[in-house]
T-cell receptor, first 113, second 116 residues
Framework: KQEVTQIPAALSVPEGENLVLNCSFT??????LQWFRQDPGKGLTSLLL?????REQTSGRLNASLDKSSGRSTLYIAASQPGDSATYLC????????????FGQGTELSVKP | DGGITQSPKYLFRKEGQNVTLSCEQN?????MYWYRQDPGQGLRLIYY???????QKGDIAEGYSVSREKKESFPLTVTSAQKNPTAFYLC???????????????FGEGSWLTVV
């Protein structure tokens, strides 16, 4: 059974710092991995999607990496801003279960001005 | 605007009542999903549908029911059999799995359900 874990559960950093969020999964047979952002009381917004054949994806100040063999992904945020404060969730799509996603519990990020 | 619309945003249910959450999408997506989110936790899949008139149970389907009579609509009914329904419910959609392994999934803004 696929399990997804995110560490840390919460993170507080001063503005301007570079930071890394971690995601680990137990079954390396995945289609893809996706990182989402969730603001309080809101839905999820997709940030980056990494296909199983890719190693990383970049969008602006965000960079996501994928190491299937070790069951790990990281989300790197450069030069953090208070507007980056949100919960970040990673999710993996299983190989044999259609479009279903398995989510981690999320990392709650707070960037202090 | 293209997207996913969930309604109502806030809903209160009395003990023993069934309630229905609406989810409509105009993205022309074949696949639609319902997830439940409890405080401090990730999302758990309730039901999903890959095509009209077909749907599958997710990991926590007990006490819930769905229908998929139209491509753009996937309502979720929370029945009285669901003993702990207070949660945040999220609807999502994507292009049909298998068409592309790289397709992303889009979420609505969510519906808060509280038992009173």
């Amino acid at each position: 059974k696929q399990e997804v874990t995110q560490i840390p559960a919460a993170l507080s950093v001063p503005e301007g710092e570079n930071l890394v969020l971690n995601c680990s999964f137990t079954d390396s047979a995945i289609y893809n991995l996706q990182w989402f952002r969730q603001d309080p009381g809101k839905g999820l917004t997709s940030l980056l999607l990494i296909q199983s054949s890719q190693r990383e994806q970049t969008s602006g100040r965000l960079n996501a990496s994928l190491d299937k063999s070790s069951g790990r992904s990281t989300l790197y945020i450069a030069a953090s801003q208070p507007g980056d404060s949100a919960t970040y969730l990673c999710a993996v799509r299983r190989n044999n279960q259609g479009g279903k996603l398995i989510f981690g519990q999320g990392t709650e990020l707070s960037v202090k001005p | 605007d293209g997207g996913i619309t969930q309604s109502p945003k806030y809903l209160f249910r009395k003990e023993g009542q069934n309630v229905t959450l609406s989810c409509e999408q105009n993205l022309n997506h074949d696949a639609m999903y319902w997830y439940r989110q409890d405080p401090g936790q990730g999302l758990r899949l309730i039901y999903y549908s890959q095509i009209v008139n077909d749907f599958q149970k997710g990991d926590i389907a007990e006490g819930y029911s769905v229908s998929r009579e139209k491509k753009e609509s996937f309502p979720l009914t929370v029945t009285s059999a669901q003993k702990n329904p207070t949660a945040f419910y999220l609807c999502a959609s994507s292009i049909r799995p298998g068409v592309s392994s790289g397709n992303t999934i889009y979420f609505g803004e969510g519906s808060w359900l509280t038992v009173v």
